[in-house]
């Protein structure tokens, strides 16, 4: 079984920056492709930024490409969302997701990940 915990979320202004992070535990947590959703009150959860196994592919949703960056650290286990310029809009929890994977692809869809954290809140103000 895989754990995933998010942190970094917070309250910032409008055009303001966060760093999201999101570590695994657990037995296969190296072999993860990775991925970050957000759902916003009332909204569907939806697909924001995802990552291969290695690191060398990676995707995004048209709404944060540009001013949103994910990375992973393998020796920390960690998964990283650089959002830059952020909008108002961007207000949401933001779910950390993996998934076993030995193809080395990246997932956009919230059917393809087996495991979730418990969220992070982002609140940016106007």
């Known amino acids: 079984q895989v754990q995933l915990l998010e942190s970094g979320g917070g309250l910032v202004q409008t055009g303001g920056s966060l760093r999201l992070s999101c570590e695994a535990s657990?037995?296969?947590?190296?072999?993860?492709?990775m991925g970050w959703f957000r759902q916003a009150p009332g909204k569907e959860r939806e697909f924001v930024a995802a990552?291969?196994?290695?690191?060398?592919?990676?995707n995004y949703a048209d709404s944060v490409k540009g001013r949103s960056t994910i990375s992973r650290d393998s020796v920390k286990d960690t998964v990283y969302l650089q959002m830059n310029s952020l909008k108002p809009e961007d207000t949401a929890v933001y779910y950390c997701?993996?998934?076993?994977?030995?193809?080395?692809?990246?997932?956009?869809?919230?059917?393809?990940?087996?495991?979730w954290g418990q969220g992070t809140q982002v609140t940016v103000s106007s």
């Open positions: 997701a993996g998934r076993p994977d030995y193809r080395d692809s990246i997932y956009v869809t919230r059917g393809s990940y087996n495991y």
């Open positions: 990552i291969s196994r290695s690191g060398r592919s990676t």
């Open positions: 657990g037995r296969t947590r190296s072999n993860l492709a």
